[in-house]
């Protein structure tokens, strides 16, 4: 019987420390994957699928990449007394423009910031607006029938993994606006690149929203900020109706202090566009309207502009240079995910760039989570490591010494990509991720950090 219990013991031991092996083998997998991504393989079927040129049988997963002509009548109605509400409560709340400048930093106008309006609620809204997000099902219906299917339920279950320090709050809100405007400068930002369709066009999810950027702009100058567009997939975009838009854009906005224009190489100050998804037309549809001979030209006209292309694959530098593009960013918070957001991609990138007198824009990002939306999608999951990706991410960036460097995102959190403020939070079903052990607004401060660390590097470049 003593044997029999002696040997007893020594198996429970055993066992207990072949249990406490596996879960630290498994700790250190999980750890070696948030830093895996540089040279994360670009050909898994989960990343592709993100991208629709890539994996036409998705249904369109990315809210970005998606377009509808939804005109909603009552929400143009409700936004169009907006503005003036909005500028008068802008105005009863404004402090003296010398303490703002004292207690912020400086703006960078180098930095550039990716910013969505698209959220609403009740409130302002009549409804939630994407804080609903339904569940994306997989394109492969027997994978799909393996994940969750329907729609969040706000304010307690939102379409996200992390929880905004604002709540669920609506883009409409002033009180939202200004604080997002402050939040931004105290990052040393200094250009809000604001995701825009045409007016009546919205994102499969959302409603549309240009009515709002007469505010944004007039608190983006209350806090010197400047702002430009970020041209999204909407329906028919090709060289004519991007001529008309443009022009709509520089004739309604154009005149305001807010509105950014980049001073060229050539001491010409132009506005720049942004241009998501911009590989899903043909170079010769670009060029049409990108290269001084084309037949929609907008070269040397009053809306000229600086137009920067998407590049997700390697190929698509030849087409962006072919298309007239004046340069590339690569938007993407996912390292590894696509050959353009591949850290270790930057350099050639640059050099190609460089050699054919094209503006490379990286994108950095905090991390990337997006299985609120996609439940399927963690093989694209970049832990954020307590702030070290996304200093990674600046540090990669500032090694190819870049005019610009944009960061993905203030606010898009459907895919985790936020530096907004975010609290920790649980509900009954639903643990959300957070920020800690540091406060909501670390990746704001880390912002501001690599800001001023790029400014002094930027000095030495051009020594």
């Known amino acids: 019987i003593l044997n029999y219990d ?7 031991r055993t066992c207990i420390i072949l249990l406490l092996f596996i879960l630290f083998i498994c700790s250190i997998m999980m750890a070696l994957k948030t830093l895996r991504p540089d040279r994360a393989g670009f050909g898994d079927p989960f990343g592709l699928g993100l991208l629709p040129e890539l994996q036409q049988q998705t249904v369109l997963l990315d809210n970005k990449q998606n377009s509808l002509n939804r005109i909603q009548g009552d929400t143009v109605t409700r936004v169009s007394n907006f503005h003036s509400i909005a500028v008068n409560t802008m105005k009863a709340s404004m402090p003296p423009i010398n303490k703002l400048e004292e207690e912020l930093s400086s703006p960078n106008y180098n930095f550039h910031i990716f910013y969505y309006s698209w959220f609403g609620n009740p409130q302002f809204d009549g409804k939630y607006i994407h804080w609903n997000h339904p569940l994306l099902p997989h394109w492969d219906p027997k994978i799909a029938n393996n994940y969750p299917k329907g729609r969040h339920n706000p304010p307690e279950d939102i379409g996200a993994n992390f929880y905004p320090e604002l709540g669920s709050y609506s883009s409409k809100d002033p009180s939202v606006i200004e604080a997002h405007m402050k939040q931004m400068r105290s990052a040393s930002t200094g250009v809000i690149v604001l995701s825009w369709y045409p007016p009546g066009m919205a994102d499969e999810n959302g409603e549309p929203n240009d009515d709002l950027v007469p505010v944004i702009l007039d608190y983006a100058h209350k806090y010197s900020l400047k702002v430009t567009f970020h041209i999204e997939p909407y329906k028919d975009r090709d060289d004519r109706s991007m001529y008309h838009n443009v022009k709509y854009i520089i004739d309604k906005y154009g005149g305001h202090p807010a509105f950014y224009r980049h001073k060229t190489s050539t001491g010409r100050f132009l506005p720049m566009f942004y241009v998501y998804d911009s590989y899903v037309t043909i170079p010769e549809i670009w060029a049409n309207l990108l290269t001084v001979s084309g037949s929609q030209s907008i070269r040397n006209t009053p809306y000229d502009a600086l137009f920067i292309a998407l590049l997700v694959e390697e190929r698509h530098k030849h087409d962006i240079h072919r298309s007239g593009f004046d340069g590339m960013y690569t938007y993407f918070a996912t390292n590894g995910f696509s050959y353009g957001s591949s850290h270790h991609n930057w350099a050639s990138l640059k050099a190609f760039c460089d050699s054919n007198n094209l503006m490379f824009i990286p994108s ?3 991390g990337y989570i997006d299985t609120s939306i996609r439940p399927w999608n963690n093989h694209n999951t970049r832990n ?14 500032l090694l190819v010494r870049p005019e610009i460097i944009s960061i993905t995102s203030f606010n898009e959190w459907h895919e985790g990509t936020q530096i907004e ?3 920790p939070k649980r509900t009954g079903q639903v643990v959300y991720l957070d920020y800690k052990p540091h406060k909501p607004n ?6 501001q950090k690599w800001s001023e660390k790029y400014r002094k590097e930027q000095e030495q470049w051009l020594m």
């Open 442 to 447: 670390i990746y704001l401060e880390l912002t």
């Open 364 to 366: 950095v990002g905090p």
């Open 421 to 423: 403020k975010a609290i």
């Open 384 to 397: 954020r490591v307590n702030g070290k990706y996304y200093e990674t991410a600046f540090s990669a960036a």
């Open 6 to 12: 002696i040997m007893a013991r020594f198996r429970r």
